[in-house]
């Protein structure tokens, strides 16, 4: 029977679906085992060969971890959610779930087709109201919660309520908003409600407020940092600029030294920890108040380095400081607006990664030293943000590189009298060890000392006080789309008020349009139904709204990465309508034992589930505060782009052939360059004569010409290219009809395209859809395949070319089980060398499953293979077992040899194979038999011989005697368990 892996896959991707083979039960008597991808973006273009390799490695420790009898929860959904859709919604008109439900389709065809154990009944789509019910129920509960830091925890608002009324805020010690006045009980109960709601707003885990943002015009939204790249939007490339906004928040920071210290008791890749703890960015130091000249106001500013206080000569502000507005001189109101407008047009990323430019404007405001008296003049420049730390900072150029640098650059005054400190940017840079000899009461005390006693004075004097800061900032909760989680609020006098839970899921209303409306509100600005009836507790038209029973709704919706911040949680119970989760559920599965996917969602994603997992811990609502023990970032596929070579003119060229589009082949183009290379440095000695030059390239410019033509390289699908880079003209033609008059300039009758290794990507045209390499070669090749191109952690490059030979060793293995049409497994006793290879391959195997190291085990497995070939091993003892441990890595054709071999029920929860050590000990050593240093032959003597009788048999050996010939030798020397050397 000849391996028809087509049928084959089919029938038992049919089995598996019809027998929900990989449904996960909660209640268990074996133990648990949690396997999680990232869930996936369905995005149009479908699956590309990169895309699985995650899953892959997934679903093979999945399936290993059943066959060592864990009841297996591997759950997958789709992060539906999300700006692409709704762009297509606003090219198209189309609503954003059709073209969502569209591309699940194909992502379920897709990875249906491939094989994967998921548990498919758990299945969750963040777009689907029965799943966002719950992410607006976590959002209520972070509304009406606050963070005590007193306990270390999140609270229910009603106990600060509580405390308000019995003792003011006084004495609380809460994660809030910095401009918190302090009141009494008399004064909190002598409030309206309104204004103990604008109150409560500033103690809440999310909460309402003016924030400064990314906004993207031509997207009519807010971004993420991480929806940022080079300074303009991901999605598009559109113009990002900042901007102040009322948003909801997530109170993140009061959970930023709980997520430093969770990252000790995880599993995670240490550059990913490293990336966490650098964007939560604990520092401590001391919060220092300088006065404004001829202001009321103040400047508040944190340093680590309030050692350097004496070295400060100026001030400088984020050009967004709110004090900007208020300080300015009508002088410099100009420039300072010019400069704070050209400011707002790049994103906190470009001003963070720049550390060349230097800019800034003077505002003409000084501010006081809080020591000395002395003015200091007071600067905006975008170096400084506004939303880390205070928005300011004291400048120390004799400390500060950066500082010296703008102080130089705008003629600042820099302080002589601090030639000999140690915090001179000349001066020794070993901090620790340093000695501070820049004030009476710092003199000659090291770093540490001399840190404490500076923030000692500073609070003995009233200027400040000692304090742990953080970089990280809260995170932004509320988008200007359409295609998002809709927000369970709606508002009364202007003020946030949450629908009951009962109510929920509030469901994302339909709209006409999905652009914002022409007075600038979001795209729910358009829909016509969306209102909140209190007295009917429903959606209704907004005609009705009377602010009085019926209220408008909140018109933004969630970000994208609602939805993903604790989906895992709800795989658990994804099918309970009444509960999140259920106890019962969350208790046994208690987290995540496997958690692969992307590092790209260090600072995002990762993040901000971590941060959700740690308040539901808080709530009571889980039962651990972190929610994946071990992660791993798999690596890249790469593509192998393909690129042709467009020939651009330089002005002045007075060729005929500037006129026409001419593409010129790797090679030649390669040549033409080193040419010109030669042209350009001989200059007018060059000895190659332009005519001749020009005549053999067909494109070079006469030599006279000063500006030299280039190749631009142009991206050209993959698909139309061969395996020996020979690209398909014609077909090239009609993919870019532009194109299709081009010239094209060949070498040797062919044009051969440039090769490089890039990120695949369908803009890239480099992407291989995996759907034809199942078709080509089946889903078990593409599965070890991907295994094969290297450690899981590692990027590595595509070539379709190799698949073959994956292939080639999936026939070779069906041959081990049938020849020809005919089964041949046989129960006759397997041999010595065949249990040998059985067992070493269990071994390496299971180590390397262990490891992760699952390129290595589809090695092991061709070795395996050819060993056994060679031995024309058809043994049941042994290819049983074999079928068993590449079950994991090629599952359909182990189901199938699985079923040839008799049995009925699947292979996926056959106990794994146990290795045993007896057979991998030698009973018998090959030794080689040389003649005066030449080995000639080899025997296999018994490991407990001993060296008499090994020599006895080496010379009575019939192919010894055919060597001497009748010779006599001078010596036999012979070393046990290493060679026999027969001398003379």
Known sequence: ???????????????????????????????????????????????????????????????????????????????SFGLPAEQYAIQTGQ????????????????????????????????????????????????????????????????????????????????????DIEIFTKEDWNNYSEQEQQQILLKYRLTYLSETEVNWCPALGTVLANDEIVNGVSERGGHTVVRKKMKQWSMRITAYAQRLLDGLKKIDWPQPLKDS?????????????????????????????????????????LAPEHELVSKITTENQKEKVEAYIKATAKRSELERMADVKTISGVFTGAYAKHPFTGEKLQIWIGDFVLAGYGTGAVMSVPCGDQRDYNFAKHFNIPIPNIFENVDISIEANTDKENSIITN???????????????????????????????????????????????????????????????????????????????????????????????????????????DNTTIFP??????????????????????????????????????????????????????LYSRFWQKFLFDKGILPVDEYAKKLINQGMITGTSAFVYRWEFGDGNRSEMAKKTIFVSKNLMDNIIKERKIIEKEGENVKVDPSDLLKQTKILEAKNNSKWSNFTPIHVDVSLVNASDELDIDAFKKWRPEFSNAEFI??????????????????????????????????????????????????????????????????????????????????????????????KTIKKVEEDIVNFSFNTSVSTFMIAVNELTALKCNKRAILEPLAIIIEPYAPHIAEELWKNLGYEESISAVDFPIFNPEYLIESTKEYPISFNGKMRF???????????????????????????????????????????????
């Open 746 to 839: 060949l070498e040797d009758d062919k044009y051969i395209v440039g090769r490089e290794i890039e990120k695949m990507s369908k803009s890239k045209y480099n992407v291989v859809n995996p759907d034809q390499i199942c078709e080509e070669y089946g889903a078990d090749s593409l599965r070890l395949f991907e295994m094969f191109l290297g450690p899981l952690e590692q990027s590595k490059p595509w070539k379709t070319s190799g698949i073959s030979g994956v292939y080639s060793f999936l026939k070779k293995l069906w041959k081990l089980y049938f020849k020809n049409e005919e089964f041949i497994v046989s129960n006759e006793p397997p041999t010595k060398e065949e249990l040998k290879t059985l067992h």
């Open 276 to 316: 966490q703890t650098n964007w939560i960015g604990r520092s401590e130091g001391a919060m220092v108040t300088f006065k404004v000249d001829g202001h009321e106001e103040s400047i508040d500013v944190f340093t680590t380095r309030p050692d350097t206080i004496f070295g400060v000569s100026f001030m400088t």
């Open 938 to 984: 080899k025997l296999e003597f018994p490991m407990d011989m001993d060296r008499d009788a090994i020599e006895k048999a080496v010379m009575a050996h019939e192919k010894t005697q055919a060597q001497l010939q009748g010779r006599i030798p001078k010596k036999v020397i012979v070393v046990p368990g290493k060679i026999v050397n027969i001398v003379g």
């Open 95 to 178: 609503h954003p779930s059709i073209t969502t439900e569209a591309n699940i389709k194909t992502y379920r065809r897709q990875l249906d087709k491939i094989g994967f154990s998921f548990d498919w009944s758990r299945e969750i789509r963040t777009s689907d109201p029965n799943y966002y019910k719950w992410t607006q129920w976590i959002f209520k509960l972070l509304f009406n919660s606050w963070y005590n830091k007193t306990s270390d925890k999140a609270e229910d608002i009603e106990s600060l309520v509580t405390i308000f009324s019995s003792e003011g805020n006084k004495n609380i010690n809460a994660a809030s908003d910095d």
């Open 553 to 606: 709704l909140e018109l933004n919706t969630m970000p994208g990465w609602a939805g993903s911040s604790s989906y895992f949680n709800r795989y658990m119970d994804a099918n309970n309508p009444k509960e999140f989760v259920s106890k019962e559920a969350v208790n046994y599965w208690q987290d995540v034992d496997l958690y692969i996917g992307g590092s790209e969602h260090a600072t995002g994603h990762l």
């Open 1 to 79: 029977m000849e391996y028809n892996f087509r049928d084959i896959e089919t029938n038992w991707q049919q089995y598996w679906a019809d027998n929900q083979t990989f449904k996960a039960e909660n209640n268990s008597n074996k133990p648990k085992f949690y396997v999680l991808d990232m869930f996936p973006y369905p995005s149009g273009a479908g699956l590309h060969v990169g895309h699985p390799l995650g899953y892959i490695a997934s679903d093979i420790y999945a399936r290993y971890k059943r066959h060592k009898g864990f009841n297996v929860l591997h759950p997958q959904g789709y992060d």
């Open 439 to 545: 004030s009476d009461f710092l003199n000659g005390l090291p770093y540490k000392k001399a840190m404490k006693r500076i923030i000692y004075e500073i609070e003995q004097r009233g200027l400040g006080f000692g304090k742990i800061n953080y970089r990280l900032r809260d995170a932004v909760f509320s988008r200007q789309r359409y295609w998002g989680e809709p927000f369970p609020v709606y508002y009364k006098n202007g003020l946030p008020q949450m629908i009951a839970t009962q109510y929920l899921p509030i469901v994302l209303p339909e709209v006409e349009k999905y652009l914002p409306t022409e007075d600038g509100k979001p795209p729910l600005g358009n829909a016509t139904v969306w209102a909140w009836d209190t007295s009917k507790n429903k959606v209704v038209e907004n005609s009705k709204i």
